[in-house]
């Protein structure tokens, strides 16, 4: 791969900078010959009040900010390969997106500063390094110094390597922070548009975890019917089975659960009254298994983590089970107590044990001492919830 190492200033950078707040779109800069945000690029995530300010004070103090990149696409065409956050940011101050703080603590947008701030501004020299390659060369070479700042996350490096118009169509739905959609979504899917979260949710539902692949197929794809229409069709199934939205919703497999019971018929009513239920039981420790738990028949109850009797509780039933068989020369299993084989008169040790519900918790057994009773371990763990 071809370098070369330019100077440009802000101003020649930003020079028909429009910014649309739809990422990926309008970001373009010197007079229309530089692409600042490739299809391949993360959106843009300076926009927090914090990083893109620091961008701006940066300049103003005449403090370095680091080379930037451009790829040499085409004859007399640029595109961002890394720097697009700070170009972005140069461009959106000097269009009035956001403000800095001054000296005095007011804010101050571009069109207030003073005329030798801004000029400050628009001549800070930028170093570019000019790039040419191959795709596979420029595309490795964006990997590579991703690997400082913020890093790239999984879905971007993975955009940056299936780019065409597979990827812009799905960034264009999922990644757009403008999205109507996001609200609704956000109940069940956790991540961020801009970091590309969603979007990589989407893809790993349709996908069954093989995005990689998913998307090398359908890198060419002019649309992204498949992955949308799936992806509201899991978002469609959950949202009208469980009538309440919880907040432990947010970030479950419902790619997976989709897949194992949406054949299944439900009563949302039903559903809507069990978790009422299960979120009231002070028994339930883990609320996010709840949803799961009640979608498989109520049966598995690892998945709500049912709180387990207490040492205190546990060893004060061994003392009583184990004195009460004393004399009679009976295990102090109470099952075993009651079996036909050698250890109908064992002697179980405390460690040897464990505490069961005599009514199943799951059958509305409380876990208390009175519903207390120790069995051997292969007794207790063959005895389940009956």
Known sequence: MKTDLRTYTVEQICEGFVYNELEGKGLFGLAGKLTIQPEYQRAYIYADGKRDVAVISSLLKGYPLGLIYFNCAAENQLEVLDGQQRITSFGRFMTGKFAIIDANGMQQYFSGLSNDQQKKILESEILVYECSGTESEIKQWFKTINTVGVPLNDQELLNSIYSGPFVTAG?????????????????????????????????????????????????????????????????????????????????????????????????????????????????????????????????????????????????????????AVTKSGKSNCLLCAIGHDANKTKSWSFTDMEADHVAAWSKGGATNASNCQMLCKTHNRAKGNR
């Open 171 to 323: 960034k264009e739905e999922f990644s757009n922070s403008q999205n109507a959609m996001l609200q609704k979504w956000g109940a069940y899917v956790r991540g961020s548009a801009n970091r590309q979260e969603i979007w990589e949710c989407a893809l790993g539902w349709v996908s069954k975890g093989e995005i990689d692949n998913y998307m090398s197929k359908h890198r060419n794809d002019m649309n992204i019917k498949g992955v949308k229409t799936y992806f509201n069709t899991v978002i469609d199934w959950v949202a009208g089975l469980f009538l309440t939205v919880e907040k432990e919703m947010c970030g479950l497999e419902w790619g997976r659960l989709y897949e194992e019971y949406h054949g299944n018929p439900y009563d949302p009513n039903v559903i809507d009254a069990q978790v009422k239920k299960l979120y009231g039981d002070p028994y339930v420790k883990n609320k996010k298994g709840i949803f799961e738990y009640i979608l498989g028949g109520s049966k598995d109850t690892k998945l709500i983590e049912v709180r387990v009797f207490d040492t205190a509780t546990s060893r004060s039933t061994f003392e009583k089970q184990t004195a």
